[in-house]
């Protein structure tokens, strides 16, 4: 596997894991080889030990040296998964020596023109497969080279639920996880703080918990003074597993209105939880069942975003049941045993 990372908490670490543990049940508990592109040498993620890793420390040339040296033997019954476009051309080496490459297209690092050689190693692969129908289309949308390039679409999942969560909640706020980066304004926190004075008219003492961090969090904070939100936003920044299970337990529903998400790992643990999702068109309403397990809105319509937030604050009844409804759909579709046996079929197929 050829991955950005692997030790991270972002989107594409989660769905390495994963990908890794999936491959390794798949394949009789051998775990594949990992290089990782970001990651450092100590290894801090419990999932992650045992798994033979090698970690480039962000020097591109290591990955292309590894690759090369691959290359001077035949590849042939190798399988090489690449999880990110910018990675793909270091399968190239091996692929010309008879490796057959699986390559996963995420988000919107596939939402553009790909270069050169990234169009190559993808033309060479056996099989593309996208984490959603969403991201095909805008990768497809970008690229129409690949427009009838078979693809096929594989939803990603996490670890079921230890033990059953108990209906019983306690309401206190709304929550969004994810983060703060100037390069990922889409995630909606801006078009959140824009409606937050709309929705405390409704419903007095409503409060937003935002979960993460990054270099947007600042600009963030000073919007939410200037717009006079004071007590209604609490900024929590990086937390551990642990809290973020707590506030899950305590918050009253997710919220991200996002316009960019090529899955959102986060739905499935608020799901998993037990919790009612409000999220963006697009790879959102492939998770969220809308109506039933949450509501998708148009992040640019914000009237439909703060009617859907001041409906779950108001209706409990609704809130209960959309999100006992959000942990079944969360246990028959997106466990990681359903992941690996639709990445079981992929591979099969391909």
């Known amino acids: 596997m050829v991955t950005p990372a692997i030790m991270g908490e972002d989107g594409i670490s989660c769905l390495t894991r994963q990908v890794v543990r999936a491959l390794g049940e798949i394949n009789g508990d051998l775990a594949p080889e990992v290089w990782s592109w970001a990651d450092g040498e100590q290894i801090s993620v419990p999932e992650v030990s045992g798994i033979p890793l090698r970690t480039a420390?962000?020097?591109?040339?290591?990955?292309?040296?590894?690759a090369a040296k691959a290359g001077v033997v035949s590849q042939k019954g190798r399988l090489v998964v690449v999880l990110?476009?910018?990675?793909?051309?270091?399968?190239?080496?091996?692929?010309?020596?008879?490796?057959?490459?699986?390559?996963?297209?995420?988000?919107?690092e596939v939402w553009k023109p790909l270069t050169l050689l990234q169009r190559r190693a993808l033309l060479r692969a056996s099989r593309l497969v996208g984490i959603s129908r969403h991201t095909v289309e805008e990768f497809r949308r970008a690229n129409p080279e690949f427009a009838d390039t078979e693809t096929v679409v594989c939803h990603p999942g996490l670890p079921s639920a230890e033990e059953a969560r108990p209906v019983a909640e306690t309401c206190e706020a709304a929550?969004?996880?994810?983060r703060m980066a100037i390069s990922e304004r889409y995630k909606g926190h801006d078009t959140l703080l824009e409606v937050w004075n709309d929705v405390l008219r409704e419903i007095p003492g409503a409060r937003l918990v935002v979960v993460g961090d990054g270099d947007d969090q600042a600009r963030l904070q000073a919007k939410a003074s200037s717009l006079?939100?004071?007590?209604?936003?609490?900024?929590?920044?990086?937390?551990?597993?642990?809290a973020l299970d707590s506030l899950y337990k305590r918050t009253c529903f997710m919220v991200m209105p996002?316009?960019?998400?090529?899955f959102g790992f986060v739905f499935l643990e608020a799901m998993r939880h037990g919790k009612p999702v409000i999220a963006g068109v697009g790879a959102g309403s492939e998770i969220v069942d809308n109506g039933r397990t949450g509501f998708v809105v148009d992040p640019g319509d914000r009237a439909a975003l703060t009617r859907a937030v001041v409906r779950l604050?108001?209706?409990e009844d609704l809130r209960l049941g959309m999100g006992e409804q959000a942990r079944v759909r969360?246990?028959?579709?997106?466990?990681?045993?359903?992941?690996?046996?639709?990445?079981r079929r992929v591979l099969l197929d391909s």
């Open 57 to 66: 420390r962000r020097r591109r040339v290591r990955l292309l040296r590894w």
């Open 84 to 108: 990110h476009a910018h990675l793909a051309p270091v399968a190239l080496p091996m692929v010309a020596r008879g490796a057959r490459l699986v390559h996963f297209l995420v988000g919107v």
């Open 175 to 178: 929550l969004i996880v994810g």
């Open 228 to 242: 006079g939100l004071g007590r209604s936003i609490e900024f929590r920044g990086h937390v551990s597993s642990g």
């Open 258 to 262: 996002s316009r960019g998400e090529g």
């Open 313 to 315: 604050f108001r209706d």
């Open 330 to 343: 969360f246990n028959e579709n997106f466990t990681s045993d359903h992941f690996r046996e639709r990445l």
